[in-house]
T-cell receptor, first 114, second 111 residues
Framework: DGGITQSPKYLFRKEGQNVTLSCEQNLNHDAMYWYRQDPGQGLRLIYYSQIVNDFQKGDIAEGYSVSREKKESFPLTVTSAQKNPTAFYLC?????????????FGSGTQLSVL | SQQGEEDPQALSIQEGENATMNCSYKTSINNLQWYRQNSGRGLVHLILIRSNEREKHSGRLRVTLDTSKKSSSLLITASRAADTASYFCATTDTGRRALTFGSGTRLQVQP
């Protein structure tokens, strides 16, 4: 089945620890995105990538880092600099940039702080 | 930044009734999209309407776009309990190639 796979579904972070959220897609999409969702809120853009080895900051990039070494993969690292990391993280992809394209979403990762 | 803002924040209706959700945005857009999210899940694309379109239909969904008022509405006709979810509008402006989402409307359809 084609789609986007996020793992793990639940993740716990200790204070001062970096954690990495995985996002893999087999849709052959060029563009990938990371969004953060707080309870009862909309989605806020963290980072996005239009092409391999290139990515841009979104609205709330501080405390996060990404890499795009392969077309299929766009991992997100939540660093210790992110002081309020508890949220639901959603990865998405589209065939090209989202100007006229719909996004396909993964099922999300819930990150909590111990 | 939140480009789109939905109204109402929450809506509770009976099965069979119609549900209308509104979205307002601030800047010029290329298109506007509507997504649905079941609790604790990812979002699913419902419909895309381009800036030069005024109305679009898909099954029980009807979307309108008024660029002069910078607003859109999503109408779900003959609602079902399975329509219970949060609904988000999302826009792309000319400045960047990523969607900006609104805060969402939580729809509860009572059986």
């Amino acid at each position: 089945d084609g789609g986007i796979t996020q793992s793990p579904k639940y993740l716990f972070r200790k204070e001062g620890q970096n954690v990495t959220l995985s996002c893999e897609q087999n849709l052959n999409h060029d563009a990938m995105y990371w969004y953060r969702q707080d309870p009862g809120q909309g989605l806020r853009l963290i980072y996005y990538s239009q092409i391999v080895n290139d990515f841009q900051k979104g609205d709330i990039a501080e405390g996060y880092s990404v890499s795009r070494e392969k077309k299929e993969s766009f991992p997100l690292t939540v660093t210790s600099a992110q002081k309020n990391p508890t949220a639901f993280y959603l990865c998405a992809s589209s065939t090209q940039g989202a100007a006229n394209e719909k996004l396909f979403f993964g099922s999300g990762t819930q990150l909590s702080v111990l | 930044s939140q480009q789109g803002e939905e109204d109402p924040q929450a809506l509770s209706i009976q099965e069979g009734e119609n549900a209308t959700m509104n979205c307002s945005y601030k800047t010029s857009i290329n298109n506007l999209q509507w997504y649905r999210q079941n609790s604790g899940r990812g979002l699913v694309h419902l419909i895309l309407i381009r800036s030069n379109e005024r109305e679009k239909h898909s099954g029980r969904l009807r979307v309108t776009l008024d660029t002069s008022k910078k607003s859109s509405s999503l109408l779900i006709t003959a609602s079902r309990a399975a329509d219970t979810a949060s609904y988000f509008c999302a826009t792309t402006d000319t400045g960047r190639r990523a969607l900006t989402f609104g805060s969402g409307t939580r729809l509860q359809v009572q059986p």
